[in-house]
């Protein structure tokens, strides 16, 4: 499957838009995220745009590096350093760094989105999609008028694909505003939970954001287990500590 780059450059239009009337004030406020104001977020965001270029850059000179040198420590000593700025060096600084990461995908030949990168094991390509769940579900972490009901529906259905690992196992989705669903192998025998509700509240339920209409269960909701994994490297490849995005 091709990446979505368009879909991802015109998620990117949409979070410059959220952020062009951003003040000072708005920057230092807290964020639905424990811990993080809207500075932390827009941190996050500008610096995965340059984690993510500098990732390809290496990957088309055939180099393989990591994710982040020092591992988390260093992924969150960056957000934290940035997090401070003026809303304007805020927007300056995503603008750059999602333009750094658009030319180097520019570079890219239809044959080097399989190029290995190690942010969980992946490619290029898969970059791409990290990046757009990356931009879409942190632009509602904003909390600046973007909500999961603005997802594009195909963001949605992504996000549900990815995310399916963290429902235990013999749990079903049922989207009822799109002929979708989704199914978590439970073995023979297995009691089988049905969750109902619509594509995009699905998707923000499973990334831990609220849903507009919460989806429903006959018996309640299932608990969601953690983050999809990092995939093991391929056979001879070496483990790498990475974020889990």
Known sequence: ??????????????????????????VGAASPLPGWTRGHVLAHLTDNARMFARLAEHA?????????DGGMAERDAIIEAAAGRSAAEHRAELARQTAR????????????????????????????????????????????????????????????????????????????DVPREWSVDGGAGAVVVVVTGRLRD?????????????????AGLPDLGPWPPHPAPAAGGTATRQPAL
Not at 61 to 66: D, K, M, S
Not at 146 to 163: T, Y
Not at 202 to 218: D, E, V
């Open 1 to 26: 499957m091709r990446p979505p780059v368009t879909a991802v450059l015109e998620g990117h239009r949409a979070l410059e838009a959220l952020v062009a009337g951003l003040t000072d004030a708005q």
């Open 60 to 68: 088309l000179r055939g180099e393989l590096v990591p994710t982040y």
């Open 101 to 176: 990461l658009t030319a180097v995908w520019d570079r890219v030949r239809e044959a080097d989105w399989s190029r290995p990168v190690t942010f969980r094991n992946g490619s290029i390509g898969t970059t791409v999609f990290a990046r757009w769940r990356e931009s879409w579900i942190h632009a509602v972490d904003l909390d600046l008028g973007v909500r999961p009901d603005d997802w594009p529906a195909e963001l949605a259905a992504h996000a549900v694909d990815f995310l399916l690992g963290r429902l235990p196992a013999g749990t079903r989705l049922r989207a009822e």
């Open 202 to 218: 699905l998707a923000a339920w499973l990334a831990g954001r609220a849903p507009t209409i919460p989806p429903t269960a006959a």
